[in-house]
């Protein structure tokens, strides 16, 4: 069973530019979430993407947006990006929707904004 | 929205020794605690869970308690082990999707 791997692993941008973020999701687990963890704190809900389509969204701006493939994978896109982005990206997949259950973690994408 | 306190910010145990860590959520709604490891460098790794209809579960040194009453759940570490030492988050969710409302963690450093 393969575990979910995220790309890239460090990513350095100017202010103003856009980002990708990609995730692949653990075998047989149709959801994934996307968080924003700052340095030293617990990781922010950004969105969650069920069957290809947005199941639910944090407080972030339409500036963070994503998309979810047929195979499950995703990816995050950040369009102007500011200072406060820099981050570590976590991609979290799990086995269902419709009720709280098991998520596993990729080890995360970390965005540096300079 | 959830709100999930978590203390302390810092533990530092001897080898052996018991580590206990403390949880509290605001929402009476929320009936799934999971409690994650992050290593340095790494993704948070699930460890323990507990659904609201259970008021404790044990896997070997790892123990979580949840007191609905209160809304406060705990996490319990027995023997512990260098390689326990990491910062480890509570997060509590309800609803019809896996939004997980996370603590600001818990830096253990377990002393040899």
């Known amino acids: 069973e393969t575990g979910v791997t995220q790309s890239p692993t460090h990513l350095i941008k100017t202010r103003g530019q856009q980002v990708t973020l990609r995730c692949s999701s653990q075998s047989g687990h149709n959801t994934v979430s996307w968080y924003q963890q700052a340095l030293g704190q617990g990781p922010q809900f950004i969105f969650q993407?069920?069957?290809?389509?947005?199941?639910g969204r944090g407080n972030f701006p339409p500036r963070f947006s994503g998309l979810q493939f047929p195979n499950y994978s995703s990816e995050l896109n950040v369009n102007a990006l500011e200072l406060d982005d820099s981050a570590l990206y976590l991609c979290a997949s799990s086995p269902t929707s419709g009720r709280p259950n098991e998520q596993y973690f990729g080890p995360g994408t970390r965005l540096t904004v300079t | 929205g959830e709100n999930v306190e978590q203390h302390p910010s810092t533990l530092s145990v001897q080898e052996g020794d018991s580590a206990v860590i403390k949880c509290t959520y605001s929402?009476?709604?929320?009936?799934?605690f999971p409690w994650y490891k992050q290593e340095l460098g790494k993704g948070p790794q699930l460890i323990i869970d507990?659904?609201?209809?259970?008021g404790e579960k044990k896997d070997q040194r790892i123990a979580v308690t949840l007191n609905k009453t209160a809304k406060h759940f705990s996490l319990h570490i027995t023997e512990t082990q260098p390689e326990d030492s990491a910062v480890y988050f509570c997060?509590?969710?309800?609803?019809?999707?896996?939004?997980?409302?996370f603590g600001s963690g818990t830096k253990l450093n377990v002393k040899p």
């Open positions: 997060a509590a969710s309800y609803g019809n999707f896996n939004k997980f409302y």
């Open positions: 929402d009476s709604a929320s009936n799934y």
């Open positions: 993407y069920y069957r290809e389509e947005e199941n």
């Open positions: 507990i659904r609201s209809n259970v």
